[in-house]
């Protein structure tokens, strides 16, 4: 009679429970990482919760002149998706990104550009910034809808069996971004006919997606300082008592001078939306700065933060 091999109890219970482990084993998410806050609080608004977002620079930190650490480059090298604006604003990730799979949102095809006239000041007395274009496309409620489908295709391209729900969460997104809108533009409407005066080319889309007047720049980018001959021609055009917006974030000492010289209306602004939870406070911040501003009757008052 031949001999029968009994299975080794402890050998099987060593393969169950090995199986059971790896059936336990949480799945690691999808993570993306965004490039900047504005950037980072669109994505959230339409990957979460199904999607890891993580923001590569801090709040109110900006793209320009940016160095970045250690630890900031592995988080980009563990990301699946890395989505920012593009080469235009954020000049520091062009080449860590050669070899990484990436969404400019600066490059989808669907995005407005303003158009501006030959006779806008900041266009003819400096070159208009980042090459031409200005990169906060973020400031148009009309391009956050488009980069955010841009972002949701982007990970649904990757993860399909997310496709449904990222549908849903755009779809909301969408819903409460139009309905404040309308609330934005009512805001705005009647101080749309106002001079106004930016530290930066900054709020291009802003001004085009709101129909507000042209504004005027004290510098073409921070990292450059306004020449003599541009200055003594913005004197020129500067009313006493118009409104002047200055980032908090930049060294701001010939808008400062102008402000003193002019009695200008100075008034903080924020478009990287530094102390905001979503985008809808970015703009609604945003509208708030501006529209305090820009208020008629209080053009002529005092400067004030």
């Known amino acids: 009679m031949k001999n029968q091999t009994n299975p080794n109890p402890a050998g099987l219970c060593l393969l169950l429970i090995s199986a059971l482990m790896l059936l336990a084993a949480p799945v690691r998410a999808t993570t993306v990482v965004a490039s900047i806050q504005p950037v980072y609080l669109l994505a959230r608004e339409v990957l979460a919760p199904q999607v890891q977002v993580q923001r590569l620079l801090p709040p109110g930190v900006t793209p320009h002149g940016f160095q970045m650490a250690v630890s900031q480059r592995r988080m980009l090298e563990q990301a699946d998706v890395i989505v920012w604006v ?44 980042h090459n031409g274009q200005d990169p906060h496309i973020w400031l148009s409620p009309a391009n956050a809808l488009v980069m955010a489908q841009a972002i949701v295709e982007a990970v649904g391209r ?17 819903q409460q971004l139009q309905a404040q809108q309308r609330q934005w533009q009512q805001s705005l409407q009647a101080v749309s006919a106002q001079p106004w005066l930016l530290y930066h080319d900054a709020a291009q889309h802003f001004e085009h997606f709101f129909n507000l007047r042209q504004y ?83 053009a002529t008052n005092n400067n004030s933060n």
Request: glycine share 4%.
């Open 86 to 129: 593009g080469p235009q604003l954020e000049t520091f990730l062009t080449s860590v990104l050669r070899n990484k799979d990436n969404l400019a949102l600066a490059s989808v095809p669907a995005l407005q550009w303003p158009a501006r006239g030959s006779d806008h000041s900041h266009n003819n007395s400096q070159k208009n910034s």
């Open 216 to 298: 005027q720049t004290v510098t073409r980018t921070p990292e450059s300082k306004p020449g003599a001959r541009y200055l003594h021609q913005l004197r020129q055009q500067i009313t006493p008592g118009q409104c002047l917006l200055v980032e908090a974030y930049y060294p701001t000492k010939q808008a400062d001078k102008l402000a003193q010289e002019f009695n200008l209306r100075a008034t903080p602004y924020d478009p990287l939306g530094t102390q905001a939870n979503s985008y809808l406070e970015l703009i609604s911040a945003m509208v708030r700065q501006v529209e305090h501003c820009l208020a008629p009757g209080l």
């Open 158 to 174: 990757l993860e399909p069996s997310l496709q449904p729900a990222l549908a849903t969460n755009l779809a909301r997104f969408t």
